[in-house]
């Protein structure tokens, strides 16, 4: 397997997991008090954003020429960390 297909299976792997944090988040928003569960549900809106532009980072990624690679690797990875802090910010206004 080339380096480029691992890192993309990595990077949909780890995409994955977070699609799991984001489905915990959102039945939490579900069970929370009415004002609360508005701004949690406006939260876990702004993190499906930041997952599907991931999923299009992915994307690019797949069909990029070796040429572009690195580039669109650096784009990616750049999403990939927006996400995942917002992620880790979500969860902890979420408790």
Same mark, same amino acid.
């Given at each position: 397997?080339?380096?480029?297909?691992?890192?993309?299976?990595?990077?949909?792997?780890?995409?994955?997991?977070?699609?799991?944090?984001?489905?915990?988040?959102?039945?939490?928003?579900?069970?929370?008090?009415?004002?609360?569960? !508005?701004?949690?549900?406006?939260?876990?809106?702004?993190?499906?954003?930041?997952?599907?532009?991931?999923?299009?980072?992915?994307?690019?990624?797949?069909?990029?020429?070796?040429?572009?690679?690195?580039?669109?690797?650096?784009?990616?990875?750049?999403?990939?960390?927006?996400?995942?802090?917002? !992620?880790?910010?979500?969860?902890?206004?979420?408790?």
């Amino acid at each position: 397997m080339s380096d480029r297909n691992a890192y993309e299976q990595k990077l949909r792997a780890k995409l994955d997991e977070l699609q799991a944090e984001v489905d915990k988040l959102k039945a939490r928003a579900r069970g929370a008090e009415a004002d609360a569960r !508005i701004e949690q549900e406006k939260e876990v809106d702004r993190l499906e954003a930041k997952r599907d532009e991931m999923r299009q980072k992915l994307d690019e990624l797949r069909h990029s020429s070796d040429d572009a690679w690195d580039d669109v690797k650096a784009g990616a990875e750049r999403a990939w960390e927006s996400l995942s802090d917002s !992620i880790k910010s979500a969860r902890s206004r979420f408790k």
